[in-house]
């Protein structure tokens, strides 16, 4: 197998583009690849500050090293969620990434700094893991991004995460959620513009970017992730992808292209009845935002272990059923 680009030894092919790479020309297709998206999709200007939101894990440390490396001004957040050694694990991939890079992180924790977790929030709230994890992600990163004054938010999102949550929201003609799947989220009232430079790199790209840069993420999935729809839809687009190359691809672009339009949020409706917050300011339909009342109702329950929880969730048919829907529709959501 030799380089597309110079005839030397390829470390990998990529089939949708028809193409194998040495490293240095891998290397220089994902730096490509992101400048491409952030250009088509106008996400970051010039002497914008950026916010990367990392989670540990390959896509969002490959972010940060790609966006670094494309000039751009970035620093990075992570939040601690109190998901047992998953999360341990993820901040320590996180910190470690920021001393040697000598990138500036923010880290938030929130058991230190809230009183609560994920798997405490899920059983006091009786709904599945991601509806509070999502929620409490993007209230977080909100506001940090807000109160520090950048001019967005940065997430790891890529190609194979856009095309399985655009698979379930088709799937159930989802269409207020059609409507806000789109790589770039504007900036209004009180919340930050958001971006996704890796929309046109897969899962096995970030990785094997990561391999190739030395980059040390975490590998683990989510240990609340197992059985959820999100992860069969990925599936699912895995199988077909394998059969013909590029459908994930054409799914995701050709519906931005050809179909995104029509199912636009009206931003007047979106902001109407917006006001803030009582307790923390941030915008709100409610008196009291979703954060805080969370935050409220779980602050001081008796922590509750990750392993009891996945144990709880095992059993019971209707439960996991309703955990496996609600995990999607709140991927549907936070996307
Ligand atoms: P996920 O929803 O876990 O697939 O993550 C999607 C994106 O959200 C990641 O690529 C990160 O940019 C961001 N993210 C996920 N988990 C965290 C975390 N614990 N702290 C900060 N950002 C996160
Ligand atoms: Fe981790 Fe949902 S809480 S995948
Ligand atoms: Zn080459
Ligand atoms: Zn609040």
């Given at each position: 197998m030799t380089c597309t680009v110079c005839r030397g030894p390829a470390v990998i092919d990529l089939r949708r583009h028809n193409a194998n790479f040495c490293a240095e020309h891998f290397l220089r297709f994902c730096r490509d690849q992101v400048a491409k998206a952030i250009s088509q999709h106008d996400m970051i200007a010039p002497g914008d500050r950026v916010l990367v939101a990392v989670s540990g894990g390959k896509d969002s440390l490959a972010l940060c090293d790609l966006l670094v490396d494309l000039g751009y001004h970035v620093e990075a957040m992570t939040i601690g969620l109190g998901i047992g050694d998953y999360s341990e694990a993820s901040t320590a991939a996180a910190v470690a990434y920021a001393e040697t890079r000598g990138l500036p992180l923010r880290r938030i924790d929130l058991r230190d700094?809230?009183?609560?977790?994920i798997p405490t929030a899920a059983a006091v709230t009786r709904r599945v893991p991601c509806s509070s994890c999502g929620m409490s992600k993007r209230h977080l990163i909100d506001r940090a991004a807000l109160e520090g004054g950048f001019d967005l938010v940065a997430t790891g999102h890529n190609l194979d995460d856009e095309a399985a949550v655009l698979l379930g929201n088709v799937l159930h003609w989802n269409a207020e959620y059609l409507g806000r799947q789109a790589p770039v989220l504007p900036a209004r009232d009180g919340f930050p513009r958001k971006v996704k430079p890796l929309v046109r790199l897969s899962e096995r790209e970030t990785a094997a970017y990561c391999v190739l840069r030395g980059i040390d993420y975490i590998v683990d999935e989510c240990p609340m992730a197992e059985g959820n729809r999100h992860l069969r839809y990925k599936e699912a687009l895995d199988s077909i992808e394998a059969a013909s190359p590029g459908t994930k691809h054409a799914f995701y672009f050709e519906f931005l292209d050809k179909a995104a339009d029509r199912f636009q949020p009206d931003v007047a409706q979106a902001q109407e009845g917006l006001r803030p917050c009582a307790r923390c300011g941030s915008p709100t339909t409610t008196d009291v935002c979703a954060f805080c009342r969370l935050v409220e109702r779980t602050a001081h329950a008796e922590p509750v272990p990750v392993e009891l929880l996945r144990a709880g969730r095992g059993r019971g048919r209707g439960r996991a059923r309703r955990g496996a829907g609600g995990a999607a529709q709140s991927r549907a959501a936070t996307s």
């Open positions: 700094e809230y009183g609560y977790d």
